[in-house]
């Protein structure tokens, strides 16, 4: 991995750009839930219903932020972050990255990194104290850049197919 000289742009996705990022987040979440074992008719109904009560009627509520990731004059990837509806551990306003990808054509070049340090400083610009996020256990490369971002786990959840 090699780190970009600088770190990516956060371009706001807005639009027609919103509602087609929207229908690409119900089908990498789909996934993730096929992933973890659910078959894909109900995965793609959880997912649907998540994202349709994240941003009702299409549109992004106040207090969270949707991004393209932008590096170069190319968009690689988004990123989701915003308040959290709970407080830091500390009693400080924590915000989270509720959705980050970098494509995978563009991975390898520390966009991710790059783009965790943009979230970091946006979340602090905007008044955050601290910023949490969720991470699938099979995504062991996700969880070895934030662990090496000084991320840490503070819970895990588990589960066990009954078949």
């Known amino acids: 991995m090699t780190s970009p000289a600088t770190l990516p742009d956060l371009e706001p996705i807005t639009g027609a750009d919103l509602t087609e990022w929207i229908e690409r987040s119900v089908s990498e979440y789909t996934a993730d839930l096929v992933r973890l074992g659910r078959d894909h008719a109900s995965a793609q109904a959880v997912a649907r219903?998540?994202?349709a009560a994240q941003f009702p009627e299409g549109r992004v509520p106040?207090?969270?932020?949707?991004f393209h990731i932008v590096h170069d004059g190319r968009r690689v990837g988004y990123l989701w972050l915003g308040e959290a509806a709970s407080?830091?551990?500390d009693g400080?306003?924590?915000w989270w990255v509720w959705d980050v990808l970098v494509d995978e054509s563009a991975r390898g070049r520390g966009l991710g990194r790059?783009?965790?340090l943009r979230a970091e400083r946006f979340a602090r610009e905007?008044?955050?104290?601290?910023l949490g996020l969720s991470v699938f256990g099979?995504?062991?490369?996700?969880?070895?850049?934030?662990a090496s971002l000084g991320y840490e786990t503070t819970s895990i959840k588990m589960s066990k197919r009954l078949d």
């Not at 106040?62 to 949707?66: C, E, I, K, L, S």
Request: glycine share 22%; aromatic share 6%; no cysteine.
């Open 49 to 51: 219903r998540s994202v």
């Open 62 to 66: 106040p207090g969270q932020h949707v």
């Open 87 to 89: 407080r830091g551990g």
């Open 92 to 94: 400080g306003v924590q």
């Open 114 to 116: 790059g783009t965790m």
């Open 126 to 130: 905007n008044g955050a104290d601290e």
């Open 138 to 146: 099979f995504n062991t490369g996700a969880q070895r850049l934030y």
